[in-house]
């Protein structure tokens, strides 16, 4: 099983920055049907992680499937190596859906990172699958101030390459990061994530992930994959 707890910081930047060129910025797959929205929870000053994957129908934001997975981590949280602690866990929930999603979108960065890996990058390189990063804070880059309508963007730019998309999706509301992961272009990732936006500041795909992932870890949803069956979450 994948697993990082023996690794340093040195070592970890040593991978990042030899992962970091296998990153594709081309879009795999323009015909999406199926998204996915990946997080993690986990109990403070505790090893256990919990991950949640909630697959959902593109465009409509359909709640279709959900593999959750349990798993421990030894390396601990430090801002730029989010993926090395909480990777192997979501690899495990990745691992059991038998159909996989078109794109996943995890909740953190993707290349807006001082390594270009973020932790939508690191997976994304791992399963070799379109993933897309959606953070809900700023790591690296700067942008232009947004307008204060839903819908506003505005590009985020490191030593004039553009890297990602500051993006409103509330009015007067703080907005969230978007940044290709791997397998998609920066345009095509805000034009998608666009498509996900509903009534909340977070996109459908990881609110749902949060919102399911932290049922599983109150006891109230189990392990595996699961399917809907046309019966729609509780939230």
């Given at each position: 099983?994948?697993s990082?707890?023996?690794f340093t910081i040195?070592m970890?930047?040593?991978l990042?920055n030899k992962?970091?060129?296998?990153?594709?910025?081309?879009t795999?797959?323009k015909?999406?049907?199926?998204?996915a929205?990946?997080?993690?929870?986990?109990?403070v000053?505790?090893?256990?992680?919990?991950?949640?994957?909630?697959i959902?129908?593109?465009?409509?934001?359909i709640?279709?499937s959900y593999s959750?997975a349990?798993g421990?981590?030894?390396?601990?949280?430090?801002a730029e190596?989010?993926?090395?602690?909480?990777?192997?866990?979501?690899m495990k929930?990745?691992?059991?859906?038998?159909i996989?999603?078109d794109?996943?979108?995890?909740?953190?960065?993707?290349?807006?990172?001082?390594?270009?890996?973020?932790?939508?990058?690191?997976f994304?390189?791992?399963?070799d699958?379109?993933?897309?990063g959606?953070?809900k804070?700023m790591l690296?880059?700067?942008?232009?101030?947004?307008?204060?309508?839903?819908?506003?963007?505005s590009?985020?730019?490191?030593?004039?390459?553009?890297?990602?998309?500051?993006?409103?999706?509330?009015?007067n509301v703080?907005?969230?990061?978007?940044s290709?992961g791997?397998?998609?272009?920066?345009?095509?990732s805000l034009e998608?994530?666009?498509n996900?936006?509903?009534?909340y500041?977070?996109?459908?795909?990881?609110?749902h992930?949060h919102?399911?992932?932290?049922?599983?870890?109150?006891g109230?949803r189990?392990a595996?994959f699961?399917?809907?069956?046309?019966?729609?979450p509780?939230f």
């Amino acid at each position: 099983m994948l697993s990082y707890d023996d690794f340093t910081i040195e070592m970890a930047t040593l991978l990042q920055n030899k992962m970091k060129e296998d990153i594709s910025l081309n879009t795999r797959n323009k015909n999406i049907r199926t998204v996915a929205g990946a997080d993690i929870s986990h109990d403070v000053g505790s090893s256990r992680l919990f991950a949640g994957i909630v697959i959902l129908s593109y465009p409509d934001m359909i709640p279709l499937s959900y593999s959750l997975a349990e798993g421990n981590s030894n390396f601990e949280y430090k801002a730029e190596y989010l993926a090395f602690r909480e990777v192997p866990t979501l690899m495990k929930a990745w691992e059991q859906i038998p159909i996989k999603p078109d794109l996943l979108i995890l909740d953190g960065q993707g290349i807006t990172h001082p390594r270009r890996m973020g932790i939508a990058s690191h997976f994304g390189l791992l399963a070799d699958h379109p993933t897309i990063g959606c953070a809900k804070n700023m790591l690296h880059g700067e942008y232009s101030v947004l307008e204060d309508e839903k819908f506003s963007y505005s590009a985020i730019f490191k030593n004039q390459e553009k890297l990602g998309f500051a993006l409103r999706t509330k009015t007067n509301v703080k907005p969230v990061f978007i940044s290709p992961g791997h397998h998609i272009s920066v345009d095509d990732s805000l034009e998608i994530m666009t498509n996900t936006i509903q009534k909340y500041r977070i996109p459908e795909p990881t609110r749902h992930a949060h919102l399911m992932v932290n049922l599983f870890r109150t006891g109230q949803r189990q392990a595996g994959f699961h399917e809907f069956n046309n019966q729609l979450p509780l939230f």
